[in-house]
């Protein structure tokens, strides 16, 4: 029996009905589960009336609900939320792809209590219910191009206050009514990964997180609101950073970034930045991320400069501040969309005259490049190299689709190149 249970629900929801007509014992034998996985997140134009009569044939637990919602499925949710809150469900996905519109997220979600996961998208949150206890097991909480209502930012706060287990947090363009003048706390005692990413400035604010471990920053008017080196100092201590300073950045108030950081990231191995060297306040950035992160093993970087003009700074290059402990520690570097322009010829030169135990540098050229893939290869091998075990694999641009470009279309990416 237990046999039988643990492969009906281990089958695709489909099939496990279909069990039905095997024979007259089975004809039934799929309402009779423990509990039940409802998914249909990646079957986009199901029909509504698929889960509406699993629900009223199959009476024990849903374990899992998820589903890609459309516009007919959208104005089931809110049933369909009041008929799992007593379920027992541990996981609901919703995933409404609208770009003019969001469902009205019904208020039953807040009576889910044994939720470990939650993940919804465009979406318009509720205010809490009254007596609202919280999720106590909740771990995982994913909110993208959600809305709150007015004070949704104290709203958010509460929530995360009464989930102590929540070690995952994404919040993806999330947005509230009012005028958003007050503070978004980020807390949690056991957080793990913290994702922000977002268009708006609501002073996000950090508290302590003890336990983190990753952090993916996306923050396009905070980075520009002069607080930028004071927030990214609430992030010290992750072994992990996904951050983006590609947009456009003012002086700051206090000076640079690179000037004025006022911490070291002595756990952090991993740095994948969204960044260009058209401009000194992110080329500077650069540098100071790497000046304070001393234990640095893994550095990955994509070249955006959609949101500047193609025309970079004058050179910048601080040699005369970086010490022996530049990149000591660094083994793997990826940079991908290269433009070979002077600033990034400089960085890709300084990083491998510095880093000395460096194993692998992987470069690769944007579609539009200032060099052919032959002289830029050429320049790249007349580069010092500090670590005699380091070796670079360049992947040139592809010239096939480009007619303006005269050069055939040759790519290295096959060689390994050790000079």
């Not at 990646?42 to 509504?48: I, K, S, V, Y």
């Not at 369909?80 to 996905?93: D, E, F, P, Y």
């Given at each position: 029996?237990?046999?039988?249970d643990?492969i009906?629900?281990?089958?695709?929801l489909?099939d496990?009905?279909?069990?039905?007509?095997?024979?007259?014992?089975?004809?039934?034998?799929?309402?009779?589960?423990?509990?039940?996985?409802?998914?249909?997140?990646?079957?986009?134009?199901?029909?509504?009336?698929?889960?509406?009569r699993?629900?009223?044939r199959?009476?024990?637990?849903?374990?899992l609900?998820?589903?890609?919602?459309?516009?007919?499925?959208?104005?089931?949710v809110?049933?369909?939320?009041?008929?799992?809150?007593?379920?027992?469900v541990?996981?609901?996905?919703?995933?409404?792809?609208?770009?003019?519109?969001?469902?009205n997220?019904?208020?039953s979600v807040f009576?889910?209590?044994?939720?470990v996961?939650l993940?919804l998208?465009?979406?318009?949150?509720?205010?809490?219910p009254?007596?609202?206890?919280?999720?106590?097991?909740?771990?995982?909480?994913k909110?993208?191009?959600?809305?709150?209502?007015?004070?949704?930012?104290s709203?958010?706060e509460?929530?995360l206050?009464?989930?102590?287990?929540l070690?995952t947090?994404?919040?993806?363009f999330?947005?509230?009514?009012?005028?958003?003048?007050?503070?978004?706390?980020?807390?949690?005692p056991?957080l793990?990964?913290?994702?922000?990413?977002?268009?708006?400035?609501?002073?996000?604010?950090?508290?302590d997180?003890?336990?983190?471990?990753?952090a993916t920053i996306?923050?396009r008017?905070?980075?520009?609101?002069?607080d930028?080196?004071?927030?990214?100092?609430r992030?010290?201590?992750?072994?992990?950073?996904?951050?983006?300073?590609?947009?456009?950045?003012?002086?700051l108030?206090?000076?640079?970034?690179?000037?004025?950081?006022?911490?070291?990231?002595?756990?952090?191995?991993s740095?994948?930045?969204?960044?260009?060297?058209?401009?000194?306040p992110?080329?500077?950035?650069?540098?100071?991320?790497?000046?304070?992160?001393?234990?640095?093993?893994?550095?990955?970087?994509?070249?955006n400069?959609?949101?500047?003009?193609?025309?970079e700074?004058?050179?910048?290059?601080?040699?005369?501040?970086l010490?022996?402990a530049?990149?000591?520690?660094l083994?793997?570097v990826?940079?991908?969309?290269?433009?070979?322009?002077?600033?990034?010829?400089?960085?890709?030169?300084?990083?491998?005259?510095?880093?000395?135990?460096?194993?692998e540098?992987h470069?690769?050229l944007?579609?539009?490049?200032?060099k052919s893939?032959e002289?830029?290869l050429?320049e790249?091998?007349?580069?010092?190299?500090?670590?005699?075990?380091?070796q670079?694999?360049?992947n040139?641009?592809?010239t096939?689709?480009?007619?303006?470009?005269?050069?055939?279309?040759?790519?290295?990416?096959?060689y390994?190149?050790?000079?």
């Amino acid at each position: 029996m237990h046999l039988l249970d643990g492969i009906l629900t281990r089958l695709d929801l489909r099939d496990t009905v279909r069990t039905s007509a095997l024979s007259r014992a089975w004809r039934r034998r799929w309402e009779a589960l423990p509990y039940l996985p409802l998914s249909f997140v990646d079957e986009l134009g199901t029909p509504p009336l698929a889960v509406d009569r699993v629900l009223v044939r199959y009476p024990g637990r849903i374990s899992l609900f998820s589903f890609h919602l459309d516009k007919h499925s959208v104005t089931r949710v809110a049933d369909w939320l009041i008929a799992l809150c007593n379920r027992g469900v541990k996981s609901i996905n919703l995933q409404y792809f609208s770009y003019t519109s969001s469902f009205n997220l019904h208020s039953s979600v807040f009576l889910c209590t044994q939720l470990v996961y939650l993940e919804l998208r465009r979406c318009r949150i509720p205010p809490l219910p009254v007596g609202f206890t919280g999720f106590p097991v909740l771990e995982v909480l994913k909110l993208h191009f959600v809305d709150f209502p007015e004070n949704g930012e104290s709203q958010l706060e509460a929530i995360l206050g009464v989930s102590p287990l929540l070690n995952t947090l994404d919040l993806s363009f999330v947005n509230i009514h009012g005028d958003g003048s007050n503070e978004w706390v980020i807390g949690g005692p056991n957080l793990r990964s913290l994702s922000i990413n977002s268009d708006a400035h609501y002073g996000w604010r950090i508290m302590d997180l003890p336990c983190l471990d990753e952090a993916t920053i996306y923050l396009r008017n905070y980075v520009s609101s002069g607080d930028f080196e004071g927030f990214i100092a609430r992030f010290a201590q992750v072994r992990k950073l996904i951050l983006d300073t590609s947009y456009p950045l003012p002086p700051l108030t206090n000076g640079h970034l690179m000037e004025t950081l006022p911490c070291t990231f002595n756990n952090l191995k991993s740095l994948i930045l969204w960044t260009h060297f058209c401009e000194s306040p992110a080329i500077l950035s650069t540098f100071c991320l790497l000046m304070n992160a001393p234990n640095l093993e893994e550095l990955e970087i994509t070249i955006n400069r959609g949101a500047v003009d193609e025309i970079e700074a004058n050179a910048v290059c601080p040699n005369t501040q970086l010490t022996d402990a530049f990149c000591a520690n660094l083994q793997v570097v990826k940079i991908d969309d290269i433009g070979w322009l002077p600033n990034e010829m400089c960085f890709i030169e300084l990083v491998l005259s510095k880093a000395i135990v460096l194993l692998e540098m992987h470069l690769t050229l944007g579609c539009i490049s200032s060099k052919s893939n032959e002289h830029a290869l050429c320049e790249l091998m007349t580069y010092r190299r500090a670590s005699s075990h380091a070796q670079v694999f360049f992947n040139g641009k592809e010239t096939s689709n480009f007619s303006y470009l005269s050069i055939p279309c040759i790519s290295f990416a096959q060689y390994g190149v050790s000079y």
